[in-house]
């Protein structure tokens, strides 16, 4: 739904938060804009998506007091706290009228999602197995490319805020894309060889989400920029923009969750002993300095 609200340029379509044209956000005649405003039932859909996620993540937090694990309590309780920042970013954007906030908004968005992939992997049943499997194939090379994507990936969603919100750095956002594509396949691939499950499906989540974030960009940049060569010419507001770019914009938060996902798995299991690939054995030394 943010997505969507950028794509369509309807980010202020109200003027007023938390209120919807000074109605109370539940109250508000939603579907009477569907057709009549599209702008406004955009945004109006994504303050409700917004409250949903907000209600969720109170029932979340409040169940975890029933679970006797510290470690869940702190956990949910930050992704409400996170859900409550994220709203009142978003509130922000409306009243200051800011595209730089819009575009905040948006990344923390993304980095709020990967939070909750990363609650709910630990939650897994499974979670318990994985971290007992041993792996002696991930290296210093791939877990250094594993750890850094990220990073990488999270600096070019910056670069593609920046491109969608204030239409530029264009080029900057294109060499990202590579960047990224390089860092995420020697990592995926480096994760796929691995001995542990959990790494292993990590890996495949992140080559799979790579893939289409690929094929998404290209068409990104052929409906909103055309390509004169071969006599396509882009239409502003088409549904096929308006739908690839949207999407385009929502796989990056998945190739962001998968590479994050993957980063604190390898963690995990480093500090848990079970990546023999990544433990150094140095030899004793004796009292006087000498080596034995």
């Known amino acids: 739904m943010g997505a969507l609200v950028t794509t369509l340029n309807a980010g202020m379509a109200f003027a007023d938060w938390p209120s919807s044209d000074g109605q109370n956000m539940l109250l508000y005649p939603w579907f009477r804009d569907f057709a009549a405003n599209p702008e406004k039932f955009t945004e109006h859909g994504h303050r ?17 007091y029933w679970v006797d694990r510290t470690w869940v309590k702190w956990f949910t309780t930050a992704i409400l706290l996170s859900v409550i920042a994220q709203g009142v970013l978003g509130g ?4 200051l009228d800011r595209q730089l906030l819009a575009m905040l908004h948006s990344v923390t968005g ?11 992997l630990m939650c897994s ?15 210093p090379l791939i877990a250094s490319s594993v750890v850094l994507t ?3 990936i999270l600096a070019q969603y910056v670069l593609g ?11 900057e956002h294109l060499a990202g894309a590579a960047i990224v594509t390089l860092s ?15 790494l292993r499906r990590s890996g495949l989540m992140m080559i799979c989400a790579l893939l289409l974030q690929v094929i998404l960009g290209g068409g990104s940049y052929l409906t909103k920029l055309g390509l004169p060569q071969i006599g396509y010419v882009a239409v502003a507001g088409s549904l096929s923009q308006t739908v690839i770019c949207s999407m385009h914009t929502v796989f990056g938060m998945f190739l962001l969750s998968s590479s994050v996902v993957a980063a604190t798995s390898m963690a995990v299991l480093h500090k848990a002993g079970r990546l023999g690939g990544l433990q150094l054995e140095l030899s004793a030394v004796g009292d006087r300095g000498t080596a034995t």
Not at 48 to 63: D, N, P
């Open 48 to 64: 409700l998506a917004g409250m949903l996620i907000g209600f969720v993540s109170v029932c979340l937090a409040l169940t975890s």
């Open 92 to 95: 922000a954007r409306v009243l």
């Open 110 to 120: 993304a980095a709020f999602f990967s939070l909750c992939v990363v609650f709910r």
């Open 125 to 139: 049943p499974k979670w318990s197995d994985w971290r007992q499997e041993r792996d002696e194939r991930v290296g």
């Open 150 to 152: 990220p990073v990488i």
């Open 161 to 171: 805020g920046a491109l969608r919100h204030f239409h530029t750095m264009l080029d």
């Open 184 to 198: 995420a396949s020697l990592a995926a691939f480096g994760l796929i060889r691995s001995q542990n499950g959990l």
